[in-house]
């Protein structure tokens, strides 16, 4: 069983950063693929960025590609996003999961375990 807990959230000005990171609980960090989420009020909760157990491969949204790097630390058993040139469109609650079957898969579904969430607001 993985626990993962969000921090980093907050507001910000479009054109702005900010940094968001997952720490994950247990020994076993480096077996599972991670992704970020996110949701809007009112809209479906969509993928992000994605990375692979060692964090040799990445994957993103069209939307954010460009802006927002996922990496992570095994050592720290953490994973991050780093978000640039923050735009309104981006306000949202984010969501890290984490995937013990799956490497980089955009579809929510795939991922057993999900934080709780921290809110990124962005205003123009």
């Known amino acids: 069983q993985v626990q993962l807990e969000e921090s980093g959230g907050g507001s910000v000005q479009a054109g702005g950063s900010l940094r968001l990171s997952c720490a994950a609980s247990g020994r076993t960090f480096s077996m599972y693929a991670m992704a970020w989420f996110r949701q809007a009020p009112g809209k479906e909760r969509e993928f992000v960025a994605a990375i692979s157990r060692g964090g040799a491969t990445t994957y993103y949204a069209d939307s954010v590609k460009g802006r927002f790097t996922i990496s992570r630390d095994n050592t720290k058993n953490t994973v991050y996003l780093q978000m640039n040139s923050l735009k309104p469109e981006d306000t949202a609650v984010y969501y890290c999961?984490?995937?013990?079957?799956?490497?980089?898969?955009?579809?929510?579904?795939?991922?057993?375990?999900w934080g709780q969430g921290t809110q990124v607001t962005v205003s123009s």
């Open positions: 999961a984490a995937s013990y079957y799956y490497s980089t898969n955009v579809a929510s579904r795939k991922y057993d375990y």
